[in-house]
């Protein structure tokens, strides 16, 4: 799990860097705020979130631990181009934005209650055992 949010995540960045690139070549800011978000919800998040689990491989093993990783890699692209519509002026954008972003948020909370519930001693531990037995 670790690694494919890794890969994703330089997707991700990829397509960021290339919307910044466009940006200035064109002179033509008007997605900016797509541009970040692909950086920072795309690159940035995505990429601490598999480094976290590459870290803690049995968070990574979690029915949780899928469900986020699904959930932030369909609303992300959803709310990146319900972005892109609305910066195009497309007036029925927002509630694709609304999913897009709910989807995020979801699995980002999922995220924080998977990190909770396996980051404590005991599965730590316990995790210690299985790798040494």
Not at 119 to 131: R, V
Request: glycine letters at 8%.
């Amino acid at each position: 799990m670790g690694k494919t949010f890794i890969k994703i995540a330089t997707v991700y960045f990829s397509i960021g860097v290339l919307v910044g690139m466009t940006m200035g070549i064109i002179h033509d800011f008007r997605f900016t705020s797509l541009h970040a978000h692909l950086n920072l919800l795309g690159w940035v998040s995505t990429a601490l979130f598999g480094v976290i689990y590459s870290i803690y491989p049995f968070a990574a093993k979690t029915k949780l631990a899928k469900t986020h990783f699904w959930l932030h890699n369909i609303g992300l692209p959803i709310m990146m181009i319900g972005l892109l519509c609305e910066t195009l002026g497309v007036t029925a954008a927002l509630p694709v934005m609304i999913i897009g972003s709910l989807a995020i948020v979801i699995g980002t909370l999922i995220f924080a209650i998977n990190t909770f519930k396996t980051l404590n001693t005991n599965s730590i531990q316990n995790a210690k055992k299985d790798i040494n037995a």
